[in-house]
């Protein structure tokens, strides 16, 4: 079974690498399944679901993880979904430096106006188009693992 909550120090690495990007007001979520696995993600943004769903997403990876992330920008109300990117998060330099290398995906800015979101469906055309039905059907896009 996966321990729950998650280690304070993890945590601050993890607000540490959303704040870089621009996402502030990190949540801890979690779900245990019937077979008492416990599964943890982090999110901020509006993540209430729906048509508005507009949040990074930060899971582990794999599950149970204390060291290595996977994270994704949802943004549905436009339909762009950013893809799942892995990395490493052991120190607050390397979450500095995954901040630095992720950020022409998952910055808040990339996503907070029009002319901006043009720019990012441009820059990263297999993002665009995403609704929930596509996410149901399709998955989202992957990227190398780290």
């Given at each position: 079974?996966?321990?729950?909550?998650?280690p304070?120090?993890?945590?601050?690495?993890?607000?540490?690498?959303?704040?870089?990007?621009?996402?502030?007001?990190?949540?801890?979520?979690?779900?245990?399944?019937?077979?008492?696995?416990?599964v943890?993600?982090?999110?901020?943004?509006?993540?209430?679901?729906?048509?508005?769903?507009?949040?990074?997403?930060?899971?582990?990876h794999?599950?149970?993880?204390?060291?290595?992330?996977?994270?994704?920008?949802?943004c549905?109300?436009?339909?762009?979904?950013?893809?799942?990117?892995?990395?490493?998060c052991?120190?607050?330099?390397?979450?500095?430096?995954?901040?630095?290398?992720?950020?022409?995906?998952?910055?808040?800015?990339?996503?907070?106006?029009?002319?901006?979101?043009?720019?990012?469906?441009?820059?990263?055309?297999?993002?665009?188009?995403?609704?929930?039905?596509?996410?149901?059907?399709?998955?989202k896009?992957?990227?190398?693992?780290?």
């Amino acid at each position: 079974m996966t321990r729950f909550p998650r280690p304070a120090r993890v945590v601050a690495r993890l607000e540490h690498f959303a704040s870089l990007l621009g996402w502030h007001d990190l949540r801890s979520r979690n779900h245990l399944f019937d077979d008492w696995t416990r599964v943890v993600w982090y999110e901020s943004g509006h993540a209430t679901g729906g048509r508005q769903y507009f949040a990074l997403q930060i899971n582990e990876h794999p599950i149970g993880s204390t060291d290595c992330f996977a994270a994704a920008v949802h943004c549905l109300k436009y339909r762009i979904c950013s893809g799942v990117h892995s990395f490493p998060c052991r120190t607050l330099r390397e979450a500095q430096s995954e901040a630095k290398r992720l950020h022409t995906w998952l910055y808040h800015a990339w996503f907070a106006t029009p002319a901006a979101r043009r720019d990012y469906r441009i820059a990263h055309p297999e993002c665009a188009e995403y609704s929930w039905r596509k996410l149901r059907e399709q998955g989202k896009p992957h990227y190398p693992t780290i």
